[in-house]
T-cell receptor, first 114, second 113 residues
């Protein structure tokens, strides 16, 4: 069965430190990969996506993600965390043969401490 | 900016009531989706629609139905609400090609008592 794993329910980082939110997937072929963020009591916002090309993808709010095909991973990163980055982060994967199906991770709560 | 709006932010209904959740998008997207979000379970697809009057079941369609009479509007209907349908409901829309991201509404937190 196809799946997306976010192995950490919660990640705690001090403000100013680099952050990483992990995502691995088990999907056949070459899928499209997405990260979304959800601030408290809000809908999800698109952060970035990997379609093809350069393995390092840059997105909104200074976030970037690194695609690693051999490890089937798509980790979200930021060089210097802000308190305002505290939110729930979701990784999602779309098989290339689907125009709609998104396989979602369970989400990782990111807490940035001042 | 893409805008997806949902008819209510918070809704409280009684068991057995018929519940309508409405979603409107303003970007001429072909695809529209209804998800429910529960802690620790991520997002689960209830139904999606790829065109007017067209719909497909998602992962958890039981107890729900949908209606898409106009391209910009997608409604989720709970025929007879039950307490296990208490959840956050998220609407999303996107262009049809698979590489396109989905845009989400603010969500409706439904409580069934």
């Amino acid at each position: 069965a196809q799946s997306v794993a976010q192995p950490e329910d919660q990640v705690n980082v001090a403000e100013g430190n680099p952050l990483t939110v992990k995502c691995t997937y088990s999907v056949s072929g070459n899928p499209y990969l997405f990260w979304y963020v959800q601030y408290p009591n809000r809908g999800l916002q698109f952060l970035l996506k990997y379609i093809t090309g350069d393995n390092l993808v840059k997105g909104s709010y200074g976030f970037e993600a690194e695609f690693n095909k051999s490890q089937t991973s798509f980790h979200l990163k930021k060089p210097s965390a802000l308190v305002s980055d505290s939110a729930l982060y979701f990784c999602a994967v779309r098989p290339q043969d689907s125009n709609y199906q998104l396989i979602w991770g369970a989400g990782t709560k990111l807490i940035i401490k001042p | 900016d893409v805008k997806v709006t949902q008819s209510s932010r918070y809704l409280v209904k009684r068991t057995g009531e018929k519940v309508f959740l409405e979603c409107v998008q303003d970007m001429d997207h072909e695809n529209m989706f209804w998800y429910r979000q529960d802690p620790g379970l991520g997002l689960r697809l209830i139904y999606f629609s790829y065109d007017v009057k067209m719909k497909e079941k998602g992962d958890i369609p039981e107890g729900y139905s949908v209606s898409r009479e106009k391209k910009e509007r997608f409604s989720l209907i709970l025929e007879s609400a039950s307490t296990n349908q208490t959840s956050m409901y998220l609407c999303a829309s996107s262009f049809v090609q698979g590489r396109n991201e989905q845009y989400f509404g603010p969500g409706t937190r439904l409580t069934v008592t």
